[in-house]
């Protein structure tokens, strides 16, 4: 009673981290990049799921409007439901999304064949600073950002994604609502694997699917 499949081929959705509290590399300023650690995250996610602030969960392909400079662009999608502050499988933190592609948009199978073939792999937020303070790691010297006000985010293409962890982790048509799995005090949600069919921990997918690439290799 607890398992809902719903399949509807009319909506593409894609699953994974649009940010996280991983240095990213968009160097500029003399800065190796940004980190945005947990509670900034926390702003992101509460932006991204206010309602009064719908610029915050438009999905944009590969930052078009912004290089075009261009708000009135078609969007390349929306959140499907909203965004969760999660830990990252190597204890780290980030906002998850599940978004479905706008069928709509002029190059909707453009998008969804780069995202099933790894050309874009994953998410770029993008947003104004409003506030950060320098910082160190590993030597290096970033930005870390203490509030933003979020824009947006786009789907990243390989080359260019500021942030690798920002990973898209699951994509396709069909969808689990509600099917969980009990660990003595704690539950986890259960995604069936686009390759397999298995059933797997979503904070398990990742891992799971790298093990595919592997035994293809």
Excluded at 191 to 208: Q, T, Y
Aim: charged share 35%; hydrophobic share 30%; with cysteine.
């Amino acid at each position: 009673g607890k398992i809902q499949l719903k399949e509807d081929e009319k909506d593409f959705h894609v699953s994974g981290f649009v940010a996280t509290s991983h240095p990213d590399r968009a160097e500029g300023n003399g800065f190796a990049g940004d980190i945005i650690p947990k509670s900034t995250l926390q702003k992101i996610t509460e932006q991204l799921n206010n309602r009064y602030k719908p610029e915050a969960g438009a999905v944009s392909y590969r930052h078009d409007w912004i290089k075009d400079k261009n708000p009135e662009l078609p969007l390349a999608g929306a959140m499907a439901s909203p965004a969760v502050l999660k830990q990252t499988e190597d204890g780290e933190w980030g906002v998850w999304v599940d978004t479905v592609v706008s069928k709509a948009h002029p190059n909707y199978n453009n998008i969804k064949s780069e995202i099933e073939q790894g050309i874009i792999p994953g998410h770029s937020i993008e947003y104004v600073t409003e506030k950060f303070i320098p910082t160190e790691k590993e030597g290096k010297k970033y930005r870390m950002l203490l509030d933003v006000d979020m824009l947006g985010y786009g789907f990243a293409n390989r080359r260019m994604i500021a942030n690798p962890h920002a990973e898209i982790v699951d994509f396709g048509y069909k969808e689990i609502l509600g099917l969980k799995e009990h660990h003595g005090d704690e539950e986890y949600s259960m995604e069936e694997c686009p390759e397999c069919k298995k059933k797997v921990r979503e904070d398990k997918m990742s891992e799971h699917k790298k093990e595919h690439k592997g035994e293809k290799e």
